[in-house]
């Protein structure tokens, strides 16, 4: 079986959540730019099982949400999902399915993703509030500039 996409972009999170909707603004940044348009880019906001045909249909996934990862609010982040399944650090959606979960369906269904990557951002504030703290605000122009940067090379290999 053929993947129908080569990359797809998920963003995750939630948006009332303050920082935790940190996956869903670099998204949207990177759906401004027009170099991008041939790459589907996803809200999956915090049900990724939602899209679990998309992804199942895609060789690679590069999935963006808030990371703990101990180096400090508005660090960056680049990791692959077995990095993450070692640690054994994942979130639920409220159906009970992490994002490992829902590779593991998709990978069952289809053998896509064969490669995920993810991009963290250390949060600072998860309160309601539809705002991102300043150093997680102050990360969001790097980390697009980054994810921008794989997508390309991504993209242009063979």
Same mark, same amino acid.
């Given at each position: 079986? !053929?993947?129908?996409?080569?990359?797809?972009?998920?963003?995750?999170?939630?948006?009332?959540?303050?920082?935790?909707?940190?996956? /869903?603004? /670099? +998204?949207?940044?990177? &759906?401004? %730019?027009?170099?991008?348009? #041939?790459?589907?880019?996803?809200?999956?906001?915090?049900?990724?099982? %939602?899209?679990?045909? !998309? /992804?199942? %249909?895609?060789? /690679? *996934?590069?999935?963006?949400?808030?990371?703990?990862?101990?180096?400090?609010?508005?660090?960056?982040?680049? $990791?692959?999902?077995? #990095?993450?399944?070692?640690?054994?650090?994942?979130?639920?959606?409220?159906?009970? $399915?992490?994002?490992?979960?829902?590779?593991?369906?998709?990978?069952?269904?289809?053998? $896509?993703? *064969?490669?995920?990557?993810?991009?963290?951002?250390?949060?600072?504030? +998860?309160?309601? %509030?539809?705002?991102?703290?300043?150093?997680?605000?102050?990360?969001?122009? &790097?980390?697009?500039?980054? *994810? &921008? &940067?794989?997508?390309?090379?991504?993209?242009?290999?063979?």
């Amino acid at each position: 079986m !053929k993947p129908k996409s080569k990359l797809t972009v998920i963003g995750m999170g939630s948006l009332i959540k303050s920082d935790d909707g940190i996956g /869903i603004q /670099i +998204l949207r940044k990177l &759906k401004e %730019n027009e170099e991008l348009k #041939e790459v589907p880019l996803l809200e999956v906001g915090t049900s990724p099982m %939602n899209y679990l045909e !998309k /992804i199942s %249909n895609s060789k /690679i *996934i590069i999935g963006i949400d808030a990371v703990y990862g101990g180096e400090g609010p508005g660090s960056i982040y680049r $990791f692959t999902l077995d #990095e993450i399944e070692r640690k054994g650090e994942t979130r639920k959606d409220a159906h009970g $399915f992490s994002l490992p979960d829902v590779i593991e369906l998709a990978r069952a269904r289809t053998g $896509f993703p *064969i490669e995920v990557i993810i991009y963290g951002i250390e949060p600072l504030d +998860l309160s309601l %509030n539809i705002q991102l703290s300043s150093p997680v605000k102050k990360a969001l122009p &790097k980390a697009v500039t980054e *994810i &921008k &940067k794989e997508i390309k090379q991504i993209s242009s290999a063979g």
